[in-house]
Nanobody
Framework: QVQLVESGGGLVQAGGSLRLSCAAS????????MGWFRQAPGKERAIVAA????????YYTDSVKGRFTISRDNAKNTVYLQMNSLKPEDTAVYYC??????????????????WGQGTQVTVSS
């Protein structure tokens, strides 16, 4: 069983930055693929970025490429999402997710078994 706790959300002006963190319980974090998803009001939950357990593979949805960076520190059981040049359309609840895996990235939300409670990110114009 893995428990995930997100932090770092908040209110920021357009062009600003935030860093989200997701702390995971469990001793096998290093064998979990991780993903960040977001869900805006009235929209489906969608992938933002994903990272393999070794960090050798990453994925970004097109709208965040060049602005967001996913990373992980397996010694700290934590995955991060650095968000720069934020836009109002980035406003959403952000969730981290985990699954046991080989060294791969996973895109769809149904691929993930464990989810955090979410953290709100609001970008004002």
């Amino acid at each position: 069983q893995v428990q995930l706790v997100e932090s770092g959300g908040g209110l920021v002006q357009a062009g600003g930055s935030l860093r989200l963190s997701c702390a995971a319980s469990g001793r096998t974090f290093s064998r979990y693929a991780m993903g960040w998803f977001r869900q805006a009001p009235g929209k489906e939950r969608a992938i933002v970025a994903a990272i393999s357990w070794s960090s050798s593979r990453t994925y970004y949805t097109d709208s965040v490429k060049g602005r967001f960076t996913i990373s992980r520190d397996n010694a700290k059981n934590t995955v991060y999402l650095q968000m720069n040049s934020l836009k109002p359309e980035d406003t959403a609840v952000y969730y981290c997710a985990a699954r046991e895996s080989y060294d791969a990235v996973y895109i769809g939300p149904t691929n993930y078994k464990y989810w955090g409670q979410g953290t709100q990110v609001t970008v004002s114009s």
